[in-house]
């Protein structure tokens, strides 16, 4: 029978125990697609795994760097990050939601300050890390739905 | 309790104690705002009162609580006559400003606009109104009122009246009303109803709260206090008149109301309550708007350091 699981990748980055169903919108979110057209991305999506079901996305021949991590957590919180060197897990971390959230969200909010031309960057307070919940800084209106919101 | 240099944004920024500290300043203030004793506290200070929307109360009472105290108000109520005609930002008109006076007051129609101000200024900003979002000085007026009418504020039973949705005052007054245990009751159309947040965090502090549809029965009320039910709000003129018809406060509505019930409004009213209430005892509305001037004067005396 022909082996149909995701293969394993000799260098990138693979995003485990991603919330299922996101998995999609993580490489959105990363814009891969855009960024690196040559980047071969393999997405498993409701994998029963130890802790229940979850999405993987592996992304070949990229290493991720913070501020993309922080976007992940948004929607994934309970992703980790893996950095694959020549097959070998080189560094692993769980993505982590910061306490506050400066230039990765626009405010849903029409009337908002941060959505004039200030020169300021959006900022959202992390009102509750489980379920998610922020809140904009300047008018606080929450974000019912953070992934249509990043930037 | 040291007030000196902070902003007033919200009045989610303050605690009760600063809340109550605030209010017994402004006790001290009332005859200087009725102009029957004279003070320099303020001398030699700047207030730039910087208005990008219309005010009537807000903007005159506070030039008139800066006077009142001996210092000097300079700035704007038409930023039509501005730089910010030629395209100016916020940030940069606040940049300016700073450099010209000791304290800035503000009226924007984006919410969180004071805000942003706070972080550009180096000086005090107290937030006079952003958009939808915060009104701290009306909330703060609006307790010193109920204070000062009633005798204190805990105990009372309040009913907030009118557009509960998108009233910008009455957010902060239950949040506010909610610190001091106070029991309320919200009365609106459904379409105008307080939202579920407010209610759900009002709950969390302990308010006991009741929801209600119609003005039948407020017998046991303490304090109502009337908003505007704003005409854009509703797609059907028709539909506006029936609503608005039915939450006018008129002689007959007072009949059965305790003696000593007040009736509060922010003003400006238009047709929510007839004019006939205007001279009964219960109507408390116009002294509410001179108490902004002596809670703006505690608020100025306090954040400019001539108060500690």
């Known amino acids: 029978m022909k082996e149909l699981k995701v293969q394993p990748i000799k260098d990138g980055t693979v995003i485990d125990h991603i919330t299922p169903g996101n998995a999609l919108k993580v490489v959105k979110i990363l814009g891969i697609t855009e960024k690196q057209p040559d980047s071969i991305i393999s997405i498993a999506m409701n994998v029963v795994g130890k ?16 501020k993309e991590v922080d976007k992940i957590a948004l929607i994934a919180p309970n992703a980790t990050i893996n950095i694959i060197r020549n097959y070998e897990v080189a560094e692993k971390h769980r993505v982590s939601v910061p306490d506050e959230v400066v230039g990765i969200v626009k405010c849903p909010n029409p009337n908002c300050i941060s959505n004039t031309r200030e020169p300021i960057e959006t900022k959202f307070i992390v009102k509750s890390r489980n379920p998610l919940k922020i809140k904009c800084y300047y008018c606080e209106r929450e974000v019912e739905d953070i992934s249509s919101q990043i930037m | 309790m040291n007030f000196r240099g902070r902003d007033v944004i919200s009045i989610r920024d303050f605690t009760k104690e600063e809340i ?11 005859p200087i705002a009725k102009g029957e004793k004279k003070s320099n506290l303020l001398n030699g200070y700047i207030m730039a009162s910087l208005f990008f929307e219309p005010s009537t109360r807000t903007r005159l009472s506070f030039e008139s609580a800066m006077k009142r105290l001996g210092g000097l108000v300079i700035g704007f109520a038409q930023p039509g006559t501005t730089s910010i005609k030629k395209g100016e930002s916020l940030a940069d008109t606040i940049r300016t400003a700073e450099s010209y006076c000791d304290v800035i007051v503000m009226r924007h129609p984006h919410e969180g606009s004071a805000r942003m101000a706070a972080e550009f200024a180096e000086v005090p900003v107290i937030n006079g109104g952003d958009g939808a979002g915060h009104h701290p000085t009306q909330c703060l007026l609006d307790l010193f009122t109920i204070k000062k009418e009633k005798g204190h504020i805990e105990g009372n039973k309040v009913a907030l009246l009118g557009d509960l949705k998108y009233g910008r005052t009455v957010h902060s007054l239950a949040y506010a009303l909610a610190l001091f245990g106070v029991e309320m009751v919200f009365i609106a159309p459904p379409e105008l109803q307080m939202p579920k947040e407010v209610i759900e965090e009002c709950r969390e502090m302990g308010a006991k709260l009741e929801i209600k ?11 109502l206090y009337v908003t505007r039910i704003q005409k854009e709000r509703f797609p059907d003129p028709e539909e506006y008149n029936k609503v608005a018809g039915s939450y006018r406060i008129d002689a007959k509505t007072l009949e059965k109301v305790k003696d000593d019930m007040i009736v509060m409004h922010p003003l400006p009213r238009v047709d929510e309550i007839s004019p006939e209430v205007d001279k009964t005892r219960h109507a408390a509305y116009f ?16 954040v400019l350091g001539g108060i500690e």
């Open chain 1, 51 to 66: 802790r229940g079901k979850k999405d993987i996305v592996k992304i070949e021949n990229r290493e991720l760097d913070p």
């Open chain 2, 20 to 30: 109550l500290y605030v209010l017994e300043i402004a006790e001290k203030m009332v």
């Open chain 2, 213 to 223: 549809n119609d003005i039948e029965d407020i017998s046991d009320v303490d304090v």
């Open chain 2, 287 to 302: 002294r509410q708007t001179f108490n902004g001037v002596p809670v703006r004067m505690a608020l100025l005396a306090l």
